[in-house]
């Protein structure tokens, strides 16, 4: 680790009247002590920079993007930073992060264009049972025990749907979602279906062999859904097509961020 490394590292993860907080983007970002994430972004300089950049790339001026599972906000930021007028909604039921995101987003300029949702996301609304980490692990809280780390303590969460949500917005033009919730991505999608077929939006998805055994998901229903719903599916950050699920698995070994985009929009 480089000394500068090391020292944003102190700074803002344990010096007093710094720490709790840090810049990304010209906005300023809250964090629970020792989190992931935090530690993540000043590791990376920009947190998984492929995504970031594609999301940039992919989300259109003066429409919406959803981001499901927000965690401290590192992936709706640079969104809001560098596509105008854009409008995202952040989802993030977690107890860990869900006190720093709300602080972030109300001490942010972008607060008139950023929505928060403390709701988790699946195929039906409800009453849901949450798997909460230790604080610092808070990127692997979602609604199943992976295994990944130790789960700390279960929350009682309100689950919305997508398409819940985009109704009670006006049914506004989506141009991206971004699905991060340790395996229960495939039910988020399924819960989308009336959005994705308006808005046609691209879809970046986190899709990792553990969380997906979790949930009892096997990688060919990722990929019938995306033929469902006509969709292409493409490992990032090569942009390789995924047409079966012994595709997947083998990329899967290599990457677990995919994307999903319209198939009668290529140039998207």
């Known amino acids: 680790m480089t000394l500068r490394k090391r020292l944003k590292h102190w700074l803002y993860g344990s010096c007093p009247g710094l720490a709790g907080r840090f810049s990304y983007f010209g906005t300023r970002v809250y964090f629970p002590k020792g989190s992931l994430s935090f530690r993540a972004a000043c590791d990376q300089g920009i947190f998984e920079s492929d995504n970031v950049c594609l999301l940039q790339g992919l989300v259109r001026p ?155 998901c096997a990688p060919d229903a990722l990929v019938a859904f995306s033929r469902e719903v006509n969709f292409k599916l493409y490992a990032v950050p090569t942009l390789v097509e995924v047409c079966t699920a012994q595709q997947l698995e083998l990329h899967m070994l290599f990457t677990e961020s995919f994307l999903l985009c319209p198939a009668e929009r290529p140039d998207r």
Request: aromatic residues 8%; charged residues 20%; glycine residues 8%.
């Open 62 to 216: 003066v429409s919406w993007f959803f981001d499901v599972g927000t965690n401290i906000g590192l992936m709706s930021v640079p969104v809001l930073r560098s596509v105008p007028d854009v409008r995202v909604v952040s989802f993030e039921p977690s107890p860990n992060t869900l006190p720093w995101l709300r602080r972030t987003i109300e001490q942010s300029s972008f607060r008139d264009r950023w929505t928060l949702v403390p709701k988790a996301v699946g195929a039906e609304p409800g009453r849901v049972t949450f798997s909460v980490s230790e604080t610092e692990n808070s990127l692997y809280d979602g609604l199943r025990n992976t295994g990944r780390v130790s789960q700390a303590q279960t929350a009682e969460v309100e689950q919305t749907t997508l398409d819940a949500t985009w109704k009670e917005l006006g049914t506004p033009a989506v141009s991206m979602i971004k699905c991060d919730v340790e395996g229960g991505e495939l039910a988020v999608l399924q819960g989308a279906r009336e959005c994705l077929a308006t808005s046609r939006p691209a879809i970046l998805i986190e899709c990792n062999r553990q969380n997906l055994e979790a949930y009892g």
